[in-house]
Nanobody
Framework: HVQLVESGGGEVQAGGSLRLSCVASGSRNCVGWFRQAPGKEREVVAIIPSGYGYPYYAHSVTGRFTISEGKANTVYLQMNSLKIEDTAMYYC????????????????WGQGTQVTVS
C-alpha cells in the first residue's frame, strides 16, 4: 500500500511560482502529479520514475514545471511562470505498474491540494 500526502498549494498571481510537495510512503514504480479543473477531466502534469528513467511532462507545462525526488520520499513539483489555466486541484499519485501518462495506471492517490492562479 502506498500513502501520499500533498502540500504546498495556494493562490498566486499569473507569472508567479509555487512548489508542491508529496510525501510518498511505500514501494512504487513512479510518482506523478495530476490536476483536475472544474468541469474537466483529470489530466497528467508530470511523472517521475523511481530509480532509473527520465521524467515525463505534459506539453502544456514543459519548460515551466519541474518534477524531482528529494530526501525522505518527497516528490516535488516546482511550478514557474504560472498561468491562469494552471488553476486546478493538484493530486499526487503512485503506480506500482507502468509509468504511462494516464490516471488509470495510478492506483494510489493523495487528497489533493488546490492551486489558484489569478
Amino acid at each position: 500500500h502506498v500513502q501520499l500526502v500533498e502540500s504546498g498549494g495556494g493562490e498566486v498571481q499569473a507569472g508567479g511560482s509555487l512548489r508542491l510537495s508529496c510525501v510518498a510512503s511505500g514501494s512504487r514504480n513512479c510518482v506523478g502529479w495530476f490536476r483536475q479543473a472544474p468541469g474537466k477531466e483529470r489530466e497528467v502534469v508530470a511523472i517521475i520514475p523511481s530509480g532509473y528513467g527520465y521524467p515525463y511532462y505534459a506539453h502544456s507545462v514543459t519548460g515551466r514545471f519541474t518534477i524531482s525526488e528529494g530526501k525522505a520520499n518527497t516528490v516535488y513539483l516546482q511550478m514557474n511562470s504560472l498561468k491562469i489555466e494552471d488553476t486546478a486541484m493538484y493530486y499526487c499519485a503512485a503506480s506500482r505498474r507502468s509509468c504511462s501518462p494516464s490516471p488509470t495506471e495510478f492506483d494510489y492517490w493523495g487528497q489533493g491540494t488546490q492551486v489558484t492562479v489569478s
